[in-house]
């Protein structure tokens, strides 16, 4: 019996988001101390299998109220159906035969949820990465991307931008132009420019913090922007034309060993999202706790979680003290050898 198990990891936005939605230019980098994975195997139907994520059964209707503010009305299965939809209508329409063979599925993450640490998406990949194996079918790395985040966009109505799915694909860590010069069209899809860049050149004081009890779904931040930016509001629009600038900055800032500038443009990152976005109040005392810490700070994606520099370990102990609420933490990022 074939049993294919698949894994795709957590990210952080490191320059540039949220301007990935908004033809810009981000920096990011894969997080791998946390993953999504799925087991896919033969079955004689095609079988859906619900996670720990997906129950359906409570102590108490405070427990489902709980359940749903955490992960919503349908958990992570419905992005497991939904992946599986795409991924058939995208074979009928490059004309790849699918085998008759059918399979049983079933995921699991222990990535923390609507922190903006990826959660989502990585199921999204990883599903697309089984699918891929057990038909037998190569699609692109250049287009997984943007076949992941039409998941969630056309099949389920949930804003977001590509960032997360081209870091989850390629791994590493990737600088991403989405500008107009830089996108092309395959398949029907957009598709950016992205260059891999040597993980190494990363700073080794980079730290992550979160905090699942101050989580919000990522829709919050891009549904309101989205539609600022359409309307073509000044600042909205000037700010992603800033935040493009931090991340080409920060790539030549990574590619000079200059990380002080580094350090910086994380700073700027936030005060310009600061600027524009109705941020909670948490979200603030985090990023304001790390700079009391003497830390640069900014969102990994759209708030729970945040990024930045801690020189030392005498820092590394301050960050944590004040930030008592919040887990601290080096993340593992792929560095060759």
């Known amino acids: 019996m074939m049993l294919l198990r698949r894994r795709a990891c957590a990210r952080a936005g490191l320059l540039g988001n949220p301007s990935d939605g908004f033809y810009g230019k981000t920096l990011s980098l894969i997080v791998r101390d946390f993953f999504a994975e799925v087991v ?52 009928d329409l490059c004309g790849y035969q699918l085998h008759d063979r059918n399979f049983s599925i079933r995921y699991q993450s222990n990535i923390p949820r609507q922190v903006g640490l990826a959660g989502s998406s990585a199921i999204i990949i990883a599903t697309l990465r089984a699918l891929m194996d057990f038909y037998e079918i190569e699609i692109s790395s ?68 979160y905090n699942t009890d101050v989580s919000e779904p990522t829709e919050l931040t891009h549904g309101p922007l989205r539609s600022r930016y359409n309307q073509g509001d000044v600042d ?73 520099n801690c020189e030392d370990e005498a820092m590394l102990g301050r960050l944590r003290s004040e930030l008592p609420w919040c887990q601290v933490l080096r993340p593992q990022i792929d560095r060759p050898d």
Not at 45 to 74: K, P, W
Not at 180 to 208: K, S
Not at 246 to 256: K, P, V, Y
């Open 40 to 91: 896919l195997y033969s079955w004689e139907d095609v079988e859906l299998i619900l996670s720990q994520e997906d129950q359906s059964r409570f102590g108490s209707i405070r427990e489902l109220a709980e359940d749903v503010n955490l992960h919503g009305y349908y958990g992570g299965i419905r992005l497991v159906k939904a992946t599986i939809k795409k991924f058939v209508d995208y074979c």
């Open 142 to 209: 250049h287009i997984q991307p943007s076949l992941a985040l039409s998941v969630e966009t056309e099949e389920l109505g949930i804003a977001g931008g590509l960032q997360d799915r081209v870091i989850q694909v390629h791994e590493g860590l990737v600088y991403m132009d989405f500008s107009e010069q830089q996108t092309e069209m395959i398949t029907g899809f957009e598709c950016g420019t992205y260059e891999p860049l040597d993980a190494r050149l990363l700073p080794g004081d980079l730290y992550i913090a």
């Open 236 to 308: 909205v629009v000037a700010a992603m034309d800033e935040f493009a600038a931090c991340a080409l900055a920060g790539r030549q800032a990574l590619l000079d060993g200059d990380q002080r500038r580094l350090r910086d443009l994380i700073d700027t990152n936030y005060d310009i999202r600061a600027r524009i976005c109705d941020l909670s109040r948490s979200h603030i005392e985090m990023v304001s706790a790390a700079r009391r810490a003497g830390a640069s700070a900014k969102f990994c994606g759209s708030g729970g979680a945040i990024i930045g």
